[in-house]
T-cell receptor, first 112, second 117 residues
Framework: DTGVSQDPRHKITKRGQNVTFRCDPI?????LYWYRQTLGQGPEFLTY????????KSRLLSDRFSAERPKGSFSTLEIQRTEQGDSAMYLC??????????FGSGTQLSVL | AQKITQTQPGMFVQEKEAVTLDCTYD???????LFWYKQPSSGEMIFLIY??????QNATEGRYSLNFQKARKSANLVISASQLGDSAMYFC??????????????FGKGTKLSVKP
């Protein structure tokens, strides 16, 4: 399978805990994006990387959110001190040289 | 600021018939891309079709075509010969083609399509 892979598919956590999600992009894609989708809404852009450089992070929802892509391959999104309002689907996408953005299946986060 | 508007929260179509899902957009970028994605209940966002603002012809991908009317700022998705498996949420999205926000998609709220047997 050469699609975008996200892990885990589902995460249930208690309020105040830290969570980390992983995304493996399509191998030849140098651009990687994180989105958040809440119920009944379209995905909302959070941040993106070109190779290992994080080129846009102003849309991260708060300073509790951070993302890394240390070697320009996989990426992680961390949420510290989770709140119930963080419950959402977190989607990763990657892009190569053309305009098409390909998404993974997402990580569904539930904060109790 | 960019904005995508999808005015149809839900649509029904009879199997084997064609259906049009509406999308209008607003942007100040001179060059932009328009996208449609399908999201079944499993949650994955599936790329369907792309149209560049500079493209003279409407994009087509199999049963999907994009009716691009630049002056009206509309980018409607047409699905021909609907199938039961087409039942899903459909999202219209756009992004600038240049500048710092290149590739960052802005999505509409989606249209839920239900195909009736």
């Amino acid at each position: 399978d050469t699609g975008v892979s996200q892990d885990p598919r589902h995460k249930i956590t208690k309020r105040g805990q830290n969570v980390t999600f992983r995304c493996d992009p399509i191998s030849e894609h140098n651009r990687l994006y994180w989105y958040r989708q809440t119920l009944g809404q379209g995905p909302e852009f959070l941040t993106y990387f070109q190779n290992e450089a994080q080129l846009e992070k102003s849309r991260l929802l708060s300073d509790r959110f951070s993302a890394e892509r240390p070697k320009g391959s996989f990426s992680t999104l961390e949420i510290q001190r989770t709140e119930q309002g963080d419950s959402a689907m977190y989607l990763c996408a990657s892009r190569g040289l053309n305009e098409k953005l390909f998404f993974g299946s997402g990580t569904q986060l539930s904060v109790l | 600021a960019q904005k995508i508007t999808q005015t149809q929260p839900g649509m029904f179509v009879q199997e084997k018939e064609a259906v049009t899902l509406d999308c209008t957009y607003d942007t100040s970028d001179p060059s932009y891309g328009l996208f449609w994605y399908k999201q079944p209940s499993s949650g994955e966002m599936i790329f369907l079709i792309y149209q560049g603002s500079y493209d003279q012809q409407n994009a087509t991908e199999g049963r999907y075509s994009l009716n691009f009317q630049k002056a009206r700022k509309s980018a409607n998705l047409v699905i021909s010969a609907s199938q039961l498996g087409d039942s899903a949420m459909y999202f219209c999205a756009m992004s600038p083609l240049y500048g710092g926000s290149q590739g960052n998609l802005i999505f509409g709220k989606g249209t839920k399509l239900s195909v009736k047997p």
